[in-house]
């Protein structure tokens, strides 16, 4: 049953032109990032170091994270049937997990195709192959942001739909402006600027506490709010 | 066949007749909300199945409001919603198991196909075999033809039959439609009407409008309820005997004055003639027999104290 209830809601979120839409504006941007910042290496490392593969990964979160909260305005507003699922016997704890399952789920789709095409690159342009060496900044990039964008989605779209389309904006504006390391949503000045400071060239991957503890803290701020409401939803 | 095989079969009978069985209480039940408009004020009901249940009333008369505490989905500000003797808070998911909605305004998945579309509620209302459920509803609102199409292409009226079909998955025992025939074309009216009378052979149907017509010919009882409170509840034709008296037409003239309220109007080659009802009519007015919309508009205009 829950099965099926996934299967519909995946289908209903990437069955879509916008999400091609958003597919494609995400590979050509990937596409032209490569090119034109990843190719040169980023402070000074190889173009498939950990740390270049982090920056672009920072650079294509701001079109992941709009994704996912698109995906969110699909259970509010007039599109949205939840007066009849609510008169269902269906557990509504559960219900809320399998949808927030499926948007998860298209999520990480874009954030794999984004993460395939450097890797398809990599080995294209340089023949190298080293890709496990990648996971770690690709998490670090990622997993916090999407934790958070899908918290305060879920939130914003139980308040009002139309505010998860201010968020979206609220996201690619934030991307763009300069933040202190600790707090940059999209680690942009961690990556940019972090390997310059360990005085060598191309140095090994490692994560200052600071860093460690600004992604705790997203991941924890997105997570608060989904468990709150999914209690809340099963009580 | 032998007696205790006689009496196996016989109580097996009665099992499977006591569990299609159904009875709803709402007991004194107020609700006003948060804002402080109270909706409904000191309701009491008891609905048992078989029974075609037509609630009457004008818009913001608090309607929608009992049918969602009917549903769970409020929480009354007092008295009690019980289902076969069990308070609604207690049985909610049972309830649901049992309950076919359809809710004056609702979102469809303009995606899916109307197939996928019933075969995702069916999913939701936990229906093992989904695929004969789904044929059965299609059938029966006439949406066999457009079970591939996507719901976003179909007009207002195919969107409310793919309402009524997702009601009906699962032959619930309780049926509730809040305005179901709108923006149905007087055909489909007729269709729509004729199924929930069919539906009605063996549970409750509760069909909430505001159009005589609907509850009419197909209501086996009738509750009127307006500004939160029951004028009445029985059956239509009472309903109408308490408008016996009350209702005239007459010829509209400058000097037509009094205590009436004109319920129709219509031109005639010798002017306007006015059909109205008033609690004594006028004495340039002629008696005529009462219809349901007559006796509707004299309960509601004159209160249940003055109408009877």
């Known amino acids: ?235 | 066949m032998t007696s205790p095989q006689k009496r196996g079969i016989l109580s097996l009978q009665k099992n499977k007749e006591r569990m299609l069985m159904m009875q709803i209480e709402i007991d004194h039940v107020n609700m006003t909300y948060p804002n402080g408009r109270r909706a409904l004020e000191d309701v009491s009901l008891t609905m048992d199945s078989p029974s075609l249940v037509g609630l009457l009333g004008p818009n913001g008369a608090g309607k929608s409001t009992l049918m969602k505490l009917l549903v769970a989905g409020l929480l009354p500000t007092g008295g009690e919603i019980r289902v076969d003797g069990t308070p609604l808070l207690q049985c909610e998911r049972n309830l649901k198991a049992r309950l076919g909605y359809l809710p004056q305004t609702f979102g469809l998945y303009d995606e899916l196909t109307v197939w996928q579309f019933l075969d995702y509620m069916s999913a939701l209302k936990g229906i093992q075999n989904s695929r004969e459920a789904i044929a059965s509803v299609l059938r029966a609102t006439n949406l066999e033809e457009r079970r591939k199409v996507k719901i976003r292409t179909l007009s207002g009226g195919q969107r409310q039959r793919v309402g009524v079909a997702q009601a009906l998955l699962g032959t619930p025992q309780l049926l509730i439609f809040d305005e179901p025939t709108v923006g149905l074309d007087p055909e489909e009216r007729i269709h729509f009407r004729n199924l929930f009378s069919q539906a009605a052979q063996d549970r409750i149907v509760l069909l909430s409008t505001h159009i005589i017509e609907d509850v009419q010919s197909v209501c086996s009882r009738l509750i009127v309820i307006n500004e939160g409170r029951i004028l009445f509840t029985g059956t239509p034709s009472r309903l109408i005997q308490m408008a016996q008296g009350h209702v005239g037409v007459f010829e509209e003239t400058g000097n037509a004055a009094g205590e009436f309220q004109i319920t129709a109007r219509v031109n005639t080659a010798r002017g306007v003639s006015c059909r109205a009802v008033a609690k004594v009519l006028p004495s340039f007015a002629q008696p005529v027999e009462p219809n349901l919309e007559d006796a509707y508009l004299y309960l509601i205009h004159m209160g249940p104290q003055e109408a009877l």
């Open chain 1, 1 to 235: 049953m829950y099965k099926k209830i996934f299967r519909y809601e995946l289908r209903r979120l990437l069955w879509n032109r916008v999400f091609l839409g958003l597919l494609l504006i995400l590979l050509a941007y990937g596409w032209l990032t490569l090119i034109g910042e990843i190719l040169l290496g980023v402070a000074n490392t190889a173009p498939f170091s950990p740390w270049s593969f982090g920056s672009y990964c920072g650079k294509l979160l701001p079109v992941i994270c709009a994704g996912e909260l698109f995906f969110l305005t699909f259970f509010t507003g007039t599109r949205e049937c939840r007066v009849l699922a609510d008169a269902s016997p269906v557990d509504p704890g559960r219900y809320a997990a399998v949808r927030l399952g499926a948007v998860l789920a298209g999520t990480l789709l874009l954030s794999v195709c984004g993460a395939a095409l450097a890797l398809g690159f990599y080995g294209a342009v340089f023949g190298w192959m080293g890709f496990a060496s990648l996971a770690a900044p690709g998490l670090l990039v990622l997993v916090p942001a999407v934790v958070f964008c899908l918290g305060l989605g879920w939130m914003l779209g139980r308040i009002n739909g139309a505010l998860l389309y201010a968020a979206i904006a609220g996201i690619l504006l934030v991307s763009q402006l300069p933040m202190p390391a600790a707090v940059d949503f999209t680690l942009g000045t961690f990556f940019g600027t972090f390997p310059k400071t360990l005085g060598t060239m191309d140095p090994a991957f490692t994560v200052p506490p600071s860093i460690l503890w600004g992604r705790v803290g997203y991941t924890v701020a997105g997570g608060i709010p989904i468990l709150f409401l999914w209690r809340r939803r099963t009580k």
